[in-house]
């Protein structure tokens, strides 16, 4: 069973940039699809960005397009978040999920524990 681990993360200012690293471990993780997640307090979990396994196809929600960058190294089983112009609305618990399938659905992937983001405005 692969674990995830989660870091990077943080408190910054509007504006500012993180970027969250996401390290698979108990197997290669190079065939499986991965994706960010967060969940803000009171909120329902949402999906942030997903990547398919080869990193060829990327997907965004609208609210982080042009701002956020996912990518993943298959050699080092590690998936990345770049944040730039941050908000005070992105302010969650980031959770790194990885799945078999591609996709945007919650119930497709597996979690890690997650990072808290807290950006200030």
């Known amino acids: 069973q692969v674990q995830l681990v989660e870091s990077g993360g943080g408190l910054v200012q509007a504006g500012g940039s993180l970027r969250l690293s996401c390290a698979a471990s108990?197997?290669?993780?190079?065939?499986?699809?991965m994706g960010w997640f967060r969940q803000a307090p009171g909120k329902e979990r949402e999906v942030v960005a997903a990547?398919?396994?080869?990193?060829?196809?990327?997907y965004y929600r609208n609210t982080v397009k042009g701002r956020f960058t996912i990518s993943r190294d298959n050699a080092k089983n590690t998936m990345y978040l770049q944040m730039n112009s941050l908000k005070p609305e992105d302010t969650a618990v980031y959770y790194c999920?990885?799945?078999?399938?591609?996709?945007?659905?919650?119930?497709?992937?597996?979690w890690g524990q997650g990072t808290q983001v807290t950006v200030s405005s």
């Open positions: 999920a990885i799945g078999r399938t591609y996709s945007t659905v919650l119930s497709d992937y597996n």
């Open positions: 108990g197997r290669t993780f190079s065939s499986d699809a």
């Open positions: 990547i398919n396994w080869s990193g060829g196809s990327t």
